[in-house]
């Protein structure tokens, strides 16, 4: 078991005069955000606001990009060359990095967002050009994704990563989530004992298999409909157990 871990969640993903999400609320719970850079969500006033706000809020604060897809939240799988999904990636972390230099704030890491978190995980070329493209723009800053093969090619070249994964989403035998294309409310005592297993390193797939997850952070997904709920529940539980929520 760990004495302390980090609670990220994905924010910021209003776009226009469309809300989603309660990021205030949820802001009081967790410690770490992932900022939506707009390709799936997101656009720069939002993105300015999401960053004051998580500033505030005394939270470690990093870019969550994802494909060009706001038709389908991100969620979606696209035949995209390695070469270009580096290319999007940098142009939404270098987008919000402007944003937060005009804040304050210095990026604190990188996490994709959905179908372009599954391409990296599956994908250790991949995941290795992105850690390195990553160095490139800013010395130090991790690669926040899933414990797998792609995660362990960029630790083995000595690039920063922290591994984590979401405890509001089942898991395959992969280890992977099971993404949901539209987010449900969940049970935030369920939810609670799921980030508890994975603070202890291991979680429960959907096969009923007992795996090991060596997370350092965990996520709760912020466009679910109760997800401040969620995020306090889990906390409450990780220090009733004397677990530290820190980023």
């Known amino acids: 078991m760990t004495g ?3 609670l990220n969640a994905d924010a910021g993903e209003s776009y226009g ?3 989603l999400g309660d990021d205030v609320r949820l802001f009081r719970s967790i410690s770490s ?3 939506a850079c707009g390709f799936h969500a997101g656009d720069p006033s ?5 960053v004051a706000g998580a500033k505030q809020a005394g939270l470690a604060i990093g870019a969550h990009p994802g494909y060009p897809d706001k038709l389908g939240f991100g969620r979606r799988a696209m035949a995209v060359s390695h070469e270009e999904t580096v290319d999007y990636l940098v142009y939404q972390v270098g987008a919000l990095s402007a944003i937060a230099a005009g804040e304050g704030v210095v990026l604190s890491h ?7 978190m599954g391409a990296v995980c599956r994908d250790p070329t991949l995941a290795l050009a992105i850690a390195t493209r990553l160095q490139e723009m800013q010395p130090g800053i991790p690669l926040m994704f899933a414990p797998s093969p792609a995660l362990d090619a960029v630790r083995a070249a000595g690039l920063p990563v922290i591994p984590e994964n979401a405890v509001d989403l089942d898991f395959g035998d992969d280890g992977l989530n099971v993404v949901e294309p539209r987010p449900a409310a969940k049970d935030p005592d369920r939810v609670a004992r799921c980030a508890l297993e994975a603070a202890h390193g291991r979680a429960t797939t959907v096969s009923g298999r007992v795996i090991a997850m060596p997370v350092r952070s965990i996520c709760v997904h912020g466009d679910r409909p109760n997800a401040p709920e969620i995020a ?4 409450a539980r990780l220090q009733a157990e004397g677990i530290e929520v820190r980023a």
Do not use: C, F, Y
Request: no cysteine; charged share 20%.
């Open 33 to 35: 955000v992932n900022v």
């Open 46 to 50: 939002t993105m300015r606001q999401t």
């Open 110 to 116: 990188v996490k994709p967002h959905g179908a372009l």
């Open 232 to 235: 306090a529940a889990v906390v």
């Open 17 to 19: 005069r469309w809300s």
């Open 4 to 6: 302390r871990i980090d």
